[in-house]
C-alpha cells in the first residue's frame, strides 16, 4: 500500500509558486500525483487558503470520491495476466509497464510509476509463492557445472583414476548434456564448454556457470566480474555472456543443479556396477544413458526434454561459428628481434618491422602461432612441426617495400654495403658472421642498410665508423640510436671515401675485420659470376 497524497502540502507549495518538479524532488512525491491534484484543485476553483483549515480524511474524499486509499487513485494492474506475459521471450517488466502507462493516457487515466510497478509485482510473486522456473525463456541461457558425484576407470594395472562429469541443461527445454573428464582443470572446462555447443547445435546470449577458478579470475561482491583470457577469448568467440552465478547462491543455476541430481539416478547410479578400464568406453556408456535421459517424458508436462528442446528451442539457437574455436598454450613476454622475428621452439616466425624489439605474447594453437601486443593480434603464421628446428615462416608484408629491392645472397648485400663505404661493409660482415642462420643474418644487414633511406649514404657510413671506434657491435638498434642522437656527426670532417678507397683492400691493423670475396665463394651456396646459384 502506498501513502496517501498529501493534498494540503502539495497545494500549499504550489501557493508559493514552488514548481512541480521541485516538489517531487524535495517531497519525494510522484509529479503524476501533483498534478492530479492541481487539476482537481483547478476543476473546483479552490486555494490553499479555502481547504487549509479541513479535516484530511474529509478533504481526500473530497478530491478523490469513492477512494479510500492513495494506492486506489491509480489504474488497477492485472499482475497474473504480467507474470503470464513475462514467460514469453523479449517481453520483460520495462515493456509491459510502458503498455500499462500508455493504456492510462489513452482513458486519461493515472498510472503508478515504474519502481512501484516492479516493487508490487515482486511483492504479488512472493504472495503467491511463484519461482523463477514458470518465467523461463527458450534459447536464451545454458546452465554449466561440474557434478558432485564421480566415476571410476579401473586400469589393468590396478589403478584406479577418477572421473569428473560437466553438466550443462537448457533451462527452458531442461535438454542436458553431460561429458566425462579426467580432471577439472581449465583446458578440460574450455573443451566441455565446445562441445557442449556443438552438442545443442547453437548457442545462447547467456552462458551461466559457477565461479570456478578455472574461468573466473575475480568475483568481487561489488564491480566487475574478470574472467580468465581463455574463458573470455571463448565467449568473444561463440558470442555468449558468461554470467557466473552469486557466491553460495546455486538458485542462480537451479537447472543445472537439480539435474546434477538427476544426473546422480540416470547415468552415475546405473552405470555403478560396470566397471570400466578407459575413458572412450565410460564416454559411450554415459552417451546412451544421456539419451534415455533426455528421452524420457516428463512427470508433469508433456512430451520429453529432447522433443521440447528440437520443436521450440533449437530453432531460436544463434548459429555455431562456421569451424571450432581453437584452444591455445599462452607463452608471455617474447622480444622481436632487430631482424623483426620471434623465436619460438627453434624455429623463427616474422612480425610487422615496427614492433622490433617490443615484447609480445604467444598463442600457441594446434596448427597455428599467433602474435599479440597486449590484447591485439599482429601477426599469425601456420606452426611448425616439433620435430623441425632452425625454420623461418616470413610475411613479405611484416618488412618495409625497400627490403624487396635487395637480393637475398650475400654478394648483393656486400656489393650494396660497399657502395656506401667501407665502415657499413665491415658492420655487415660483423653481422653475417654472428649469426648462426644465413636468413637471420640477410635480415639484420637489410635493417642496417635500410636506414641509408631515412638518413642517407654519408651519415650512415659515419655512424657504422663511430660504433666501430667505440668497439661495439654495429646493429640495426645501435646504429639508428646514433644516428637520431646525431652523434655520427661527431666525425664528418671529411669527404666520403673515393671510389678508389672503397674497393682497397683492408690493410691489417684496420678497424674491424675484413673477410675476402673468397671466403664467401667457398660455401656451399655460392654464387656463381652469372648471378647463379652454382
Known amino acids: 500500500m502506498s501513502r496517501k497524497i498529501p493534498i494540503k502540502s502539495i497545494l500549499r507549495l504550489l501557493s508559493l509558486h514552488i514548481g512541480c518538479n521541485e516538489i517531487a524532488r524535495t517531497r519525494h512525491i510522484s509529479k503524476n500525483s501533483i498534478q492530479a491534484v492541481a487539476n482537481i484543485a483547478k476543476e473546483k476553483n479552490l486555494t490553499y487558503e479555502d481547504i487549509k483549515d479541513l479535516e484530511n480524511n474529509q478533504l481526500y474524499k473530497d478530491f478523490f470520491p469513492g477512494k479510500d486509499n492513495g494506492e486506489s487513485i491509480y489504474k488497477k494492474i492485472d499482475y497474473q495476466y504480467i507474470h503470464k506475459e513475462l514467460e514469453k521471450k523479449g517481453v520483460y517488466l520495462n515493456l509491459l509497464w510502458m503498455e500499462y502507462k500508455d493504456k492510462c493516457e489513452e482513458n486519461d487515466e493515472l498510472a503508478v510509476g515504474y519502481s512501484k510497478f516492479c516493487r508490487d509485482y515482486h511483492g504479488f510473486r512472493k504472495e503467491n509463492s511463484l519461482v523463477n522456473h514458470l518465467i523461463h525463456k527458450p534459447a536464451i541461457a545454458i546452465e554449466t557445472d561440474w557434478s558432485g558425484p564421480t566415476m571410476k576407470i579401473y586400469k589393468p594395472s590396478g589403478k584406479i583414476l577418477t572421473v569428473y562429469l560437466f553438466v550443462a541443461t537448457l533451462p527452458y527445454s531442461q535438454y542436458t548434456y553431460v561429458e566425462a573428464c579426467l580432471d577439472m582443470k581449465e583446458r578440460s572446462w574450455l573443451l566441455c564448454n565446445i562441445h557442449m555447443y556443438e552438442f545443442f547445435g547453437g548457442v545462447t546470449p547467456q552462458t551461466i556457470c559457477d565461479n570456478l577458478k578455472t574461468g573466473v579470475t575475480r568475483h568481487p561482491a561489488e564491480g566487475e566480474i574478470l574472467l580468465n583470457e581463455d574463458y573470455e577469448g571463448l565467449a568473444r568467440y561463440y558470442v555468449t555472456a558468461i554470467l557466473p552465478c552469486g557466491v553460495r547462491k546455486p538458485r542462480h543455476k537451479a537447472s543445472v543443479e537439480g539435474n546434477v541430481g538427476n544426473i546422480a539416478t540416470a547415468i552415475i547410479a546405473k552405470l555403478r556396477n560396470q566397471k570400466f578400464s578407459n575413458l572412450d568406453d565410460l564416454q559411450d556408456a554415459v552417451k546412451e544413458k544421456l539419451n534415455n535421459f533426455n528421452s524420457a517424458p516428463f512427470e508433469k508436462r508433456e512430451g520429453s526434454r529432447k522433443e521440447i528442446f528440437l520443436k521450440e528451442e533449437k530453432p531460436l539457437l544463434h548459429p555455431l561459428p562456421e569451424t571450432r574455436y581453437d584452444l591455445g598454450t599462452w607463452f608471455y613476454k617474447r622480444k622481436i628481434n632487430n631482424a623483426s622475428y620471434i623465436t619460438y621452439n627453434k624455429n623463427f616466425y616474422s612480425c610487422p618491422h615496427q614492433y622490433i624489439g617490443r615484447y609480445v605474447d604467444l598463442k600457441i594453437s594446434e596448427h597455428t602461432i599467433s602474435i599479440y601486443l597486449r590484447d591485439t593480434r599482429i601477426q599469425c603464421h601456420k606452426l611448425f612441426l616439433s620435430t623441425v628446428t632452425n625454420r623461418t615462416r616470413t610475411n613479405a608484408k611484416d618488412f618495409p617495400t625497400y627490403f624487396e629491392t635487395v637480393v637475398n645472397d650475400v654478394e648483393s648485400i656486400r656489393k650494396r654495403a660497399l657502395d656506401i663505404g667501407k665502415p657499413v661493409l665491415i658492420t655487415i660482415d660483423q653481422i653475417l658472421d654472428s649469426e648462426r642462420i644465413k636468413e637471420q643474418g640477410f635480415l ?26 667505440k668497439h661495439q657491435i654495429p646493429k640495426y638498434r645501435l646504429l639508428k640510436s646514433i644516428l637520431a642522437n646525431n652523434r655520427d656527426l661527431i666525425l664528418k670532417t671529411t669527404e666520403l671515401p673515393s671510389s678508389k678507397d672503397k674497393t682497397e683492400e683492408r690493410e691489417e691493423g684496420n678497424i674491424g675485420y675484413s673477410r675476402g670475396d673468397d671466403y664467401y665463394k667457398s660455401k656451399s651456396n655460392d654464387i656463381n659470376e652469372k648471378g647463379e646459384k652454382e
Open 444 to 469: 639484420a644487414c637489410k635493417a642496417v642498410l635500410g636506414l641509408e633511406k631515412p638518413y642517407g649514404k654519408e651519415r650512415l657510413f659515419y655512424a657504422c665508423q663511430y660504433a666501430l671506434e
